[in-house]
């Protein structure tokens, strides 16, 4: 595997990964390269978006379509994402962190747009995940500067060393369809730890990870972010739950008119 130099040594990121749930990376990619990115996903909102399936992009404001916030599959609809998620170092840190070959299974895209961005529910990525063993992580790539104002994500170090699953509720925020209905405990408190930082900075979480973001309070500044989402090869879907659930869903946010 060939890290930056500016990459800690991996038994570093694998020690820090399973002590805390999560690494950090700042900067994974140098200002060239987010420069890039980001003009590539310029174009893929303008050119893409419309192709999309309207179960793959929400809107926080489905009225306009300037308000995207947030985007799944994007490996699906355009070979510049395809390569990033399948190609890069995220792929590479996954591999790290989990311990074991990791399979791409989405590229995702978050925002939250000035003003009017909502809050991320703390939640577990795994509860929708329906795998088992539970060996999976997801990279999460600031594309502008993120912090307390705009809604820097959050994680509960250690969390992933709990049994099972914590209990989750409907949330009524698109794109986040469960949130923990317990969280707030003393431990939660204690543990948090907020991941403010610029452009280029990688988070990685295990599928396990309580984690949320704040709404963005900001007049001015959204909150770009890439997902990236791998299960370790030991992993195995319950395909079957997935489609029943994911079908619930979409039936719900139509009835809805969320989408």
Request: proline share 7%; glycine share 8%; with cysteine.
């Amino acid at each position: 595997m060939s890290l930056s130099k500016k990459v800690p040594e991996t038994s570093t990121l694998k020690d820090d990964f399973d002590r805390d749930g999560f690494i950090a990376v700042r900067p994974l990619f140098n200002a060239e390269r987010m420069a890039e990115i980001n003009r590539e996903l310029d174009r893929y909102l303008r050119d893409c978006v419309p192709l999309m399936s309207e179960t793959d992009v929400y809107y926080e404001d489905k009225a306009n379509r300037a308000t995207v916030k947030q985007m799944m599959f994007l490996e699906r609809y355009d070979p510049f994402f395809s390569d990033l998620l399948k190609s890069s170092l995220v792929h590479d840190l996954a591999e790290t962190v989990l311990g074991e070959p990791a399979i791409a299974q989405n590229m995702e895209y978050f925002n939250k747009p000035p003003g009017i961005g909502k809050q991320t529910p703390p939640h577990q990525d795994g509860y929708y995940f329906k795998i088992d063993p539970p060996q999976a992580v997801t990279g999460w790539l600031a594309l502008e500067p993120v912090d307390a104002e705009n809604g820097c994500l959050q994680y509960v170090r250690g969390s992933h060393r709990g049994e099972g699953w914590r209990p989750h509720g409907r949330s009524e925020i698109l794109g986040f369809s469960q949130g923990i209905t317990d969280f707030g405990t003393p431990d939660d408190i204690a543990n948090t730890v907020a991941m403010p930082g610029g452009a280029g900075m990688l988070l990685m979480h295990h599928c396990k990870t309580v984690h949320w973001a704040s709404p963005n309070r900001s007049p001015t500044r959204s909150r770009r972010a890439l997902g990236f989402v791998f299960y370790g090869e030991s992993a195995r879907p319950d395909e079957a739950a997935k489609r029943a659930y994911q079908a619930k869903l979409d039936a719900e946010l139509k009835a809805a008119n969320k989408i």
